[in-house]
């Protein structure tokens, strides 16, 4: 009975330390280990012409600050290679920018690659320039996400989230 007691005094404390918000790097509902994949902006403010697809789009930056791959659809399917750079929020991908509708986030229509996506790794402890872009972007809050998994076969298990910037 105290071993029980201690393990869930232990399992408390450490469900309690682990309550922090970061938000910016992955949604603590389907982390695999909060932390290994970070999106992070140039800015905090985007005009909906910047993200339009004519003036290139918008770059982020995704960094794997972990000591293992991971495997997304977000490479262009048109490059044979596992690792590429850079990699692209599309249409069919891993990755969608998503707008902010009261409490909820709802996926905005982006742009749909001529030779489609396919699953690429992201290396541990590197950095890849991250294209987003649509013409479907209004003024309001928005955020990018991609999902993640451990193996290119397996399904997505994680998910890593930008911090919200504005559309103006």
Known sequence: MTKRLLALLVGGALAACSGSDNSQSTDPINSIVAGQLTIALSKTSYSASELNPSSGGVRATLGNTSDQAFYSMIGDAF??????????????????LERQQGSDWVAVNGVQMIEGVKVISI??????DLIVQSSAATPGNYRIVIAYRNTASA??????????FEVR
């Not at 997505?156 to 919200?164: E, F, K, L, N, Q």
């Open 79 to 96: 490059n044979g290679a596992i690792e590429q750079n850079p990699l692209y929020v599309a249409n069919g991908s891993d990755a969608s």
């Open 123 to 128: 290396l541990p402890g590197k950095s890849y």
């Open 155 to 164: 399904s997505a298990t994680g998910r890593a989230v930008s911090a919200t």
